[in-house]
């Protein structure tokens, strides 16, 4: 039988890495200009249960080279406005640095960032992180995790950074890694950048004044070697880790990635064929079971650091046996719920189990990859579950200044070498309705004149899936330009072709099956509007605001009636309007839009009597029974499209 797992691709990388690189090369003077960004992690290795956005920021204004090289030139460095610093090994522990600081340079440092150790002043690698953060103007809402300062955005979205500095030349505490590689591999090794991240050795008495050495780039060149075999196994580990042994602090992605290495290093090419994947994918865990247990994980470029010498031995040695008993009785159920295959069944009879003891389908990711490919046209359905990931890039990347915006156009204009036929008209829709939102915010003529444009331009949205939402979201971005720029009256406008197609899909209760629009971050752009103001003030401003497309344009409606005209006489058509938003509310009970909606319905009902509005004939909206944001995040696998199980 023919394993059919996910394609691995890196589009989604290549689109994020191209959209800073127009960014930086348009807006040199742009803060994050001075950073040359890598991206790692498992969404730049293409891995299809990536969760997250990891990425290198490093500084271009430092480099270091190790002790004992050609001296830099100390009158070069105004020049090139790059300072040259050495770095040292001693009384390290192997696979960490100290950055010596010179007393010809000594004065570009203040006394905090700067410790001196037996008479040699070092950088601190703790303070470092602290300045480029202020510097930069990182989010409040950020934590540091070692070397990594975690954002947490909207409803348990988080994404890390970690800031660093390149390293000139290969370290001769890697020298071994170049011994063991043929010559091609070799050059590229050479070729490739290493890095230094400011975090210290946990148990050493001077981890505020090392540095880790990083091998990203390293890593890249050997996995660009690999069969699909070897990723489809290390998709499968990761899958296992994340199901199975999530909660271990003493396991990490990254050990399983440095197995790996090590048996792609003992095992021949020939070895690593799809008809042995169950086999490998049994034999790395075997291999990192022992590793565990030995409490002895050897890091792949420096062998001499023993990458969990810092975890407790009796954890190790726990999750060695919980890999053990995974190992024995269970291996065939793992392996098949892991595969998360349409044709399951045809899986356990793969793997030797009898049909009669198959369990019901229960794990997650098993429902939701089901249910996704029910909603698509099997003719596409594969170019689809290819591209979610290429639709998660493209629209997680923020609109900041004018060089991203130009970017970001750029881009939309190359969209069709990202992405096939079907999707790209769908997404390109999306993504200049986000520059025409960009446009908005600069607050000129010109820039609202294009905003309106583009708004015009992307009225109608058809679906990868054939699915037609009738101009709605269309037409609640330009209403909701109009209104915020005060033409309320081209904003009802705007709205009236379409309270038809409205009122039958509350009527069927299919509102929540239409786009949700992120009102913009910044409270200065609906400074006209004290509801929306309040609730993002109320807010970090990292978090955006929400709402159904549906529900804006009822919102946007029921305001610009109640701003135009006499309230009395549009009593009957802001009655309609508003029972129409609370159906709407009620059909849109999720995590996400709950306290928006339970907000605006109140606000909405007190404006109403505010004017002498009767509002008793109106249904009662009761927000379901879950105390806070977080525990309905915690809860949110119990949901489905119909509310709570």
Known sequence: MEMRLMNINVSCVQIWEKFDRLGRERNPEWKMSYFLPVYTGSYSEGMPNSSDMDRLLIAKWINIQEEGTISPDVNENSKCDVMNLFYTTEGCHFGYIKIVISKEIKHIFSDAQIRRFKRVSYMKSDCFIQDMKTWIGAPPLSELHGPSLTYSG????????????????????????????NRTTKTALLNSDVYAVPVGYTLSATKDIEWRLLFTMAEKVFMKTWSKTQLNCYYLLKQLKMIHLANPDCLKSYYIKTVL???????????????????????????????????????????????????????????ANKISSLLTGRMEVVIAELLCEDQIEDIYDFVGLKRSIIPPRSTKICQLTEKYIQTLNAEISGNLLDEADILSSLTTCTIQNLCQCKAMEEIIEDLPNFLTKEVSGSFSVILRRKVADFYHSQKTRQSHEKA?????????????????DNFISGVAHLAFFYYLNGNFIAALDSIEPTLETIKQSVKSETTSGFLHIAIPYSIDRVWCDKILYDILQSQSFYYPLYINVVSLILYVAIRSLLL???????????????????QCGLQNLNPCLLDTYDYLICEIRELLLSCSIPTHTLSTYVMPQIATRTERLKNYHNWNENGPK
């Open 564 to 582: 135009l005209f006499e309230p009395h006489s549009k009593e009957r058509e802001l009655l309609q309007l508003t029972e129409l938003f609370v």
């Open 261 to 319: 290495f090590w048996m792609s290093e003992a095992l021949p090419v020939t070895y690593w064929c799809p008809e042995n994947l169950l086999k490998l994918f049994a034999k790395t865990l075997l291999i990192l079971k022992w590793f565990l247990f030995q409490h002895w994980l050897p890091n792949y470029f420096i062998p001499e650091n023993n990458i969990i010498d810092h975890k407790p031995a009796e954890e190790c040695q726990t999750v």
């Open 452 to 468: 309106e444009k583009l708004y015009k331009d992307c009225l109608s949205l058809r679906y990868p899936n054939g699915f037609d």
């Open 154 to 181: 909207y409803e348990g979205f988080s994404y890390d950074e970690v800031y660093g500095i390149k390293i000139s030349g290969w370290p001769s505490l890697a020298k071994s890694t170049l011994d063991r590689c």
